[in-house]
């Protein structure tokens, strides 16, 4: 799992706990998505980017470029 290139979030581990109280490790996975992102001097580039990330506009997503044909 790939870390978020902004923030730096990254899986953690913590636990599961049943009804009966019985626990079990578990990792907690941050939601990061791979996209192409606009850099401050106008260059795209691909990096991992958590929602969260995007959503507080910290990273702008680059524009598409129509394909010819």
Do not use: Q, W
Request: one cysteine or more.
């Amino acid at each position: 799992m790939a870390d978020s290139e902004i923030c730096g979030k990254r899986p953690v581990v913590g636990r599961r706990v049943t009804l009966s109280g019985e626990r079990n490790r578990r990792i907690f996975k941050p939601n990061v998505h791979k996209m192409r992102v606009m850099l401050p001097d106008g260059t795209v580039k691909r990096m991992y980017v958590c929602t969260k990330c995007l959503k507080a506009g910290k990273v702008m997503k680059a524009p598409r470029i129509p394909k010819e044909g």
